[in-house]
T-cell receptor, first 113, second 110 residues
Framework: DAGVIQSPRHEVTEMGQEVTLRCKPI?????LFWYRQTMMRGLELLIY????????DSGMPEDRFSAKMPNASFSTLKIQPSEPRDSAVYFC???????????FGSGTRLTVV | EDQVTQSPEALRLQEGESSSLNCSYT??????LFWYRQDPGKGPEFLFT???AGEEKEKERLKATLTKKESFLHITAPKPEDSATYLC???????????FGKGTHLIIQP
């Protein structure tokens, strides 16, 4: 298995632009998580999907952030409009169930200027 | 709210010098404590899961232990390739995802 695949690896965008981050989880994993990592706050859970259904989005910072999982093999995290404070590394992770160890992707480093 | 505190924030050791990393936690109904390793520019890599106090797990030079309030990651005779950030996380009874600590940045000098 190729693991969890995220794209793009790096994204530089201007304030106000829409940004879409993509994730392909490991086949057969029912749980998918989006995390954000910054030096100040560490890894923060943004949203959790189980069997493609959003279960907990309480970590999504504000309405500018949205996430979808249209099928078992694809998820997106969208920021519209983006702001400089959104600059961070965004990770997608999947697991067979929420109690098991997660497999993380390599992350997307987002810079909003 | 689940909380995880790791110490020290950074640790520099000589090759072969054993030490321990600490992870203190508060959680409502621990369902698991997880250790991850993260290399620069990469995602966290899963190491261990511990489920109950007294449990221990080992992998090469690493051993993780768990009590009711904290976990230790013991590293024995480390090598330079053990240099990384080590993250601790908990899954509480009321949580949907892992709560992570900020990590310990470990440097092993040859």
């Amino acid at each position: 298995d190729a693991g969890v695949i995220q794209s793009p690896r790096h994204e530089v965008t201007e304030m106000g632009q829409e940004v879409t981050l993509r994730c392909k989880p490991i086949s057969g994993h029912n749980s998918l998580f989006w995390y954000r990592q910054t030096m100040m706050r560490g890894l923060e859970l943004l949203i959790y999907f189980n069997n493609n259904v959003p279960i907990d989005d309480s970590g999504m910072p504000e309405d500018r952030f949205s996430a979808k999982m249209p099928n078992a093999s694809f998820s997106t995290l969208k920021i519209q409009p983006s702001e400089p404070r959104d600059s961070a590394v965004y990770f997608c992770a999947s697991s067979p169930d929420r109690g098991s160890g997660y497999t993380f992707g390599s992350g997307t480093r987002l810079t909003v200027v | 709210e689940d909380q995880v505190t790791q110490s020290p924030e950074a640790l520099r050791l000589q090759e072969g010098e054993s030490s321990s990393l600490n992870c203190s936690y508060t959680v409502s109904g621990l369902r698991g404590l997880f250790w991850y390793r993260q290399d620069p520019g990469k995602g966290p890599e899963f190491l261990f899961t511990l489920y109950s106090a007294g449990e221990e797990k080992e992998k090469e030079r690493l051993k993780a232990t768990l009590t009711k309030k904290e976990s230790f990651l013991h590293i024995t005779a480390p090598k330079p390739e053990d240099s990384a950030t080590y993250l601790c996380a908990v899954l509480g009874g009321g949580a949907d995802g892992l709560t992570f600590g900020k990590g310990t940045h470990l440097i092993i000098q040859p």
